[in-house]
């Protein structure tokens, strides 16, 4: 099986360490990764922002980028969200593009839904002896319904110790542009989420999407609260090798 990886902004510029665990567990689980390097912004800053002319040509890109590509796999539920949302109404007066857009949508997945749902893998063969509790992104849970996916890798890992997290459907307050037009509200809203996952004195917080992450982490660090915040990625790709 064939695979191209979409690394997505946030990986590329912030977590890079998290598409590289990403194509280690892929090639052991007997896929062949290549990588576009002309490959950009899918256009979802610009998308949910509402300049649609502006991301046009940045979305053209990606459907020219992908289109020979027989799977696409990112590690952000976000970015799939915007092409599988907004990509059929940018482009549903362009017949050509409308329908290159549709084969994007039906070949781009969510990393552990690609694990689970095409390579058929509900156990990888990990093991990660750590007290780990998820956080359910907005994204991946009210969007993309890749919820399961990631619950089904979980479950199958040895020696886990996962703990619920409370309110776990709770937004983190982060939304992109949200925490910059509304701050106080959306440090209220991690200040919430924060307290959850310490209340489950877990060692390990795993999620799926990289913004969310990047900002439920940056709160726990502020509060010097001792819990590293992981993508399931990471998780698998470390417990692969012990």
């Known amino acids: 099986m064939k695979a191209s990886i979409?690394?997505?902004?946030?990986?590329?510029?912030?977590?890079?360490?998290?598409?590289?665990?990403?194509?280690?567990?892929?090639?052991?689980?007997?896929?062949?990764l290549d990588f576009p390097p002309a490959q950009t912004c899918c256009?979802?800053?610009?998308?949910?922002?509402?300049?649609w002319e502006d991301a046009r040509p940045i979305a053209e890109k990606m459907l020219t980028i992908f289109q020979n590509s027989e799977y696409v796999v990112a590690p952000a539920g976000?970015?799939?969200?915007?092409?599988?949302?907004?990509?059929?109404?940018?482009?549903?007066h362009n017949a050509a593009q409308y329908r290159q857009a549709k084969d994007l949508i039906a070949k781009i997945y969510e990393f552990s839904e690609f694990v689970v749902k095409v390579l058929k893998k509900e156990d990888v063969g990990a093991r990660f002896p750590h007290r780990v509790t998820y956080h359910s992104s907005c994204h991946?849970?009210?969007?993309?319904?890749?919820?399961?996916?990631?619950?089904?890798?979980?479950?199958?890992?040895?020696?886990?110790?996962y703990v619920p997290l409370a309110h776990e459907e709770a937004c983190c307050g982060f939304?992109?542009?949200?925490?910059?037009?509304?701050?106080?509200?959306?440090?209220?809203?991690?200040?919430?989420?924060?307290?959850?996952?310490?209340?489950?004195?877990?060692?390990?917080?795993?999620?799926?999407?990289?913004?969310?992450?990047?900002n439920i982490d940056g709160r726990l660090k502020?509060?010097?609260?001792?819990?590293?915040?992981?993508?399931i990625a990471e998780l698998l790709d470390e417990g692969m090798r012990t």
């Open 222 to 231: 502020k509060q010097q609260a001792n819990v590293r915040v992981i993508h």
């Open 6 to 32: 979409f690394i997505t902004c946030i990986c590329d510029s912030l977590y890079p360490h998290v598409g590289e665990a990403m194509v280690r567990v892929l090639e052991k689980l007997g896929v062949t």
């Open 78 to 92: 976000s970015c799939i969200t915007a092409v599988k949302e907004y990509y059929p109404l940018l482009f549903e």
């Open 140 to 161: 991946a849970r009210r969007f993309l319904n890749t919820d399961q996916y990631v619950r089904t890798l979980l479950k199958n890992v040895k020696d886990i110790d």
């Open 175 to 214: 939304g992109g542009t949200f925490s910059v037009k509304l701050p106080e509200i959306s440090e209220a809203m991690v200040d919430e989420k924060a307290r959850n996952i310490l209340e489950t004195k877990a060692d390990v917080l795993v999620g799926v999407d990289l913004s969310c992450l990047m």
């Open 43 to 51: 256009g979802q800053p610009a998308l949910s922002s509402g300049y």
